[in-house]
């Protein structure tokens, strides 16, 4: 079983923008390559249809600007 490191000392809120940036970005990579996904953060209320990849990645660092679809 693997240990859960200490965090390092520091602003959680500091690492909370550090993690969303690396995972705003990972999910944008995964999106230029992924109708279905883009589609999933069209329904979340992302608008990044017919984005760049380096847009998508700095919408997906907000919160989401459009209603929710269901």
Do not use: C, H
């Amino acid at each position: 079983m693997n240990a859960i490191p200490d965090p390092p000392d520091g602003d959680p809120a500091e690492d909370i923008v550090r993690v969303n940036a690396a995972l705003s970005e990972w999910a944008a990579r995964s999106a230029a390559d992924s109708a279905t996904l883009i589609d999933r953060f069209e329904d979340l209320g992302y608008a990044v249809r017919g984005k760049s990849e380096a847009e998508i990645a700095e919408i997906l660092r907000q919160p989401p600007t459009g209603q929710r679809r269901t």
